[in-house]
């Protein structure tokens, strides 16, 4: 199964939309200067990357909520790789925070010296691939998905932007941060958000009072943001993001690939990945 050249972009073998990403943009965040105080939350596609970017300004800010009602999602905490990170780097305030996608082994030489805090969101690929079957039929900068049958079969082989989510998720797994990295699950977020929120304010020392937690959880519940439209994408023109096809925040929900997935989809994608958490990094071959 072959790749839309029009589409996607490939950068050292990593797979990127054409749309928001560029040769440029890939080399600005290699060459891209991390702070000690930067807070950097780092998702593979479709796990919670814009909760994050409702909830890091909110908890590094104490709850201020200008920066969520007042500054589109992308430019509040932008992501290191995207074409828009040039634009709106000299505007961020401090401390800084920022999402990405990359891979550990992408990331540029300034982050591995500084002291900056990593937030790795983790959620069940199997929502995940769910969440992205719909996305990539709203989002024109992307491949039609075809069928969900399809769609798996692209998932599993890693033809889909940022390549394969088990190589994602070990190259971060065995970063070797120690401290300085936190992870957190979708699903734990879903479960009990306030009790996320304190476990990544208590990670960034950022020390809220139990208001502030609530105040901050009812600002970043799925409904709240599906009516931000600094955040919920309308903003965006239709022919990049149609929302009649399907919303960006869609669902909002763990356990959806049970509404997806038959039982012989089930049992390939477990064996799949399951068999390749256990083996090496197979399919990147950053070598800058
Ligand atoms: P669904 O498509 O399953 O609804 P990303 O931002 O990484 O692209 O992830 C998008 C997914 O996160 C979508 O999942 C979206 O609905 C979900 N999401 C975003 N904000 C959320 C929130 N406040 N609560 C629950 N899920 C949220």
Request: proline share 5%; with cysteine.
């Given at each position: 199964?072959?790749?839309?050249?029009?589409?996607?972009l490939r950068y050292h073998g990593l797979i990127v939309p054409k749309e928001t990403h560029s040769y440029e943009s890939l080399e600005f965040a290699q060459g891209f200067k991390f702070e000690d105080d930067d807070v950097l939350a780092v998702t593979y596609p479709k796990s919670g990357t814009i909760w994050m970017q409702e909830i890091l300004p909110l908890v590094l800010?104490?709850?201020?909520?200008t920066p969520i009602h007042t500054i589109p999602n992308w430019e509040r905490v932008p992501w290191l790789e995207e074409k828009q990170l040039a634009r709106v780097v000299a505007k961020l305030a401090s401390p800084r925070a920022l999402v990405?996608?990359?891979?550990?082994?992408?990331?540029?030489?300034?982050?591995?010296?500084?002291?900056?805090k990593v937030i790795y969101v983790m959620r069940n690929p199997k929502d995940i691939m769910v969440s992205s079957y719909y996305f990539h039929q709203m989002a024109?900068?992307?491949e039609d998905p075809g069928t969900f049958e399809e769609f798996m079969d692209k998932f599993l082989e890693g033809k889909v932007m940022f390549g394969k989510w088990t190589d994602h998720v070990k190259s971060?797994?065995?970063?070797?941060?120690?401290?300085?990295?936190?992870?957190?699950?979708y699903e734990e977020m879903v479960q009990d958000l306030p009790a996320s929120l304190r476990h990544i304010s208590d990670f960034l020392g950022c020390n809220l009072t139990e208001e502030v937690i609530q105040k901050i959880a009812e600002h970043c519940s799925f409904k709240s943001m599906q009516n931000n439209n600094m955040s919920n994408f309308s903003l965006i023109p239709k022919v990049y993001m149609d929302s009649d096809k399907s919303p960006f925040?869609?669902?909002?929900?763990?356990?959806d690939w049970k509404n997806h997935f038959s039982s012989e989809q089930l049992a390939r994608f477990t064996s799949?990945?399951?068999?390749?958490l256990e083996g090496p990094i197979s399919c990147l071959t950053h070598d800058i």
């Open positions: 199964m072959s790749l839309s050249e029009e589409m996607y800010n104490g709850g201020d909520l990405s996608h990359l891979p550990y082994n992408f990331m540029p030489p300034s982050f591995c010296t500084s002291k900056a024109g900068f992307l971060w797994r065995n970063s070797e941060l120690g401290d300085r990295i936190m992870y957190i699950t925040l869609r669902k909002g929900i763990a356990g799949v990945i399951s068999k390749e």
